[in-house]
């Protein structure tokens, strides 16, 4: 998946979102059964273990780079794709966080069912980017390939 793919897709979500939250907002209101459960300790379980399985996959990137740079023997190899992953890890953690206050500020701030489609639709939102930060670094994951010593 593209970086571009990556910026429709969200947007297409952000969109849709503010859409659905404006046009028909008990679509996305706390009527809907799951999305008033999901909303809260449940996104933050979620988005927990997504942020977790994304470092450990962006970990064993970073050790590959480096086993390939030692084997080939030259230094910074990769500095666009290092960049990618250091970027995606700290987009990962502000989202979580955003997602942590989201769940804290739901309470006061979804007196109208406007208010609880905006937020449970933030939070979709806000699942979807980490979904994509996800996909992205699993593409690069399994796009490393190996280097053969010829020598």
């Not at 947007?11 to 799951?34: K, N, R, Y």
């Not at 995606?88 to 989202?95: D, E």
């Amino acid at each position: 998946m593209t970086k571009t793919i990556g910026y429709c897709v969200l947007i297409c979500g952000v969109t849709f979102v503010g859409v659905v939250a404006m046009s028909h907002p008990t679509a996305l209101s706390d009527e809907h059964s799951f999305l008033a459960g999901f909303v809260g300790n449940e996104l933050l379980a979620v988005l927990g273990v997504i942020l977790a399985i994304t470092i450990a996959a962006a970990a064993q990137l970073h050790l590959s780079l480096n086993s390939i740079e030692e084997r080939v023997g030259a230094d910074n190899l990769f500095p666009t794709t290092r960049r990618g992953i250091q970027s995606s890890v700290h987009w990962l953690i502000a989202l979580f966080v955003i997602a942590i206050v989201l769940v804290v500020i739901k309470p006061f701030v979804t007196g109208s069912t406007t208010g609880q489609s905006l937020v449970n639709g933030t939070a979709l939102v806000l699942l979807l980017w980490n979904a994509l930060i996800l996909l992205s670094i699993s593409s690069a994951v399994f796009g490393v390939k190996p280097v053969i010593d010829d020598g």
